[in-house]
């Protein structure tokens, strides 16, 4: 038996996940995690791809999200 994984991209995230994960890549930053270690673990968290990490975060910057 074989489980599907589905990955969700930005535009399947409603803004307050998308806000919810870029405050969760600034929080893991900030506790010394390399950019690449919190893409690799908040995108298997959310099961989004590290593209779409990226994507949010860029959003987040360009938007002045919290906690900037």
Do not use: N
């Not at 930005?10 to 890549?25: G, M």
């Not at 900030?30 to 959310?46: I, K, N, V």
């Amino acid at each position: 038996q074989t489980r599907m994984t589905t990955t969700l991209t930005l535009d399947d995230l409603s803004p307050v996940r998308q806000r919810e994960i870029f405050a969760e890549v600034v929080s893991c930053q900030d506790a010394g995690m390399t950019p690449e270690q919190s893409r690799q673990q908040l995108a298997s968290y959310y099961s989004v791809s590290i593209e779409t990490i990226k994507h949010v975060e860029a959003l987040g910057i360009a938007k002045c999200w919290p906690p900037l």
